[in-house]
């Protein structure tokens, strides 16, 4: 991993501002959800370091689809291989039905580049998992919506088109009014009368 300077001017001002909206309260659910799952402690309290090198969210998408990760590298000295790691979670991610505007870059993580964007995209896979069959653990964040269809009946559709097509009294009526006599473009016409001249 190459040494990136620290940013001046404009950039130094949009690295502030992605730093800002990162959330410790959502990022410790986060840490805690994980090491439920996984049952595994984070190996340091950095959360960001902690994750970094892919390892513990390949055990993870592990625990909620297994075998969806085949080989997690563990070596530290290729920083390739732990790249692919990331990409790993993040193909199991997509799969898994985490919409492409939440699914992270690797540089989000592994150089640290948005935080917060990583800590979106676990709480998307928590709103998922709490929707999969069999799924068991604990909630990260809201419930995902679920589809909620209605089937009508022909009858009841045609009840809706009618009183569609009746207007109600309580809505007015616009019998005979008309737009004639307006004249558009010219200005008000006032007779004006000098009192003076009676």
């Known amino acids: 991993m190459a040494n990136r300077p620290k940013g001046y001017g404009m950039s130094a001002q949009v690295a502030a501002k992605i730093g800002?909206?990162?959330?410790?309260?959502?990022?410790?659910?986060?840490?805690?959800?994980?090491?439920?799952?996984t049952g595994e402690p984070f190996p340091t309290p950095d959360y960001a370091e902690a994750l970094k090198?892919?390892?513990?969210?390949?055990k993870l998408a592990n625990v909620l689809e297994p075998g969806s990760v085949k080989k997690i590298n563990t070596n530290k000295g290729q920083s390739f291989k732990l790249r692919e790691n990331i990409e790993q979670f993040q193909k199991f991610a997509k799969n898994y039905g985490v919409p492409e505007v939440d699914v992270?870059?690797?540089v989000d993580l592994?150089?640290?580049g948005n935080i917060a964007q990583f800590t979106q995209c676990i709480f998307a896979v928590g709103r998922l998992a709490q929707t999969k069959p069999g799924y068991s653990g604990p909630a990260l964040g809201p419930k995902?919506?679920?589809?909620?269809?209605?089937?009508?009946?022909?009858?009841?559709?045609?009840?809706?088109?009618?009183?569609?097509?009746?207007?109600?009294l309580q809505m007015g009526s616009n019998k005979g009014a008309s737009q004639a006599g307006q004249n558009f473009g010219l200005g008000r016409q006032i007779n004006y009368q000098d009192p003076t001249n009676e």
């Open 53 to 58: 090198d892919g390892i513990i969210i390949c």
């Open 110 to 112: 592994f150089e640290k």
């Open 144 to 168: 995902q919506a679920m589809e909620n269809k209605r089937e009508w009946t022909d009858e009841q559709l045609q009840q809706q088109k009618q009183m569609k097509s009746e207007i109600g």
């Open 20 to 37: 800002a909206k990162r959330d410790p309260e959502q990022e410790q659910q986060v840490k805690d959800w994980i090491e439920t799952l």
């Open 104 to 106: 992270f870059q690797v």
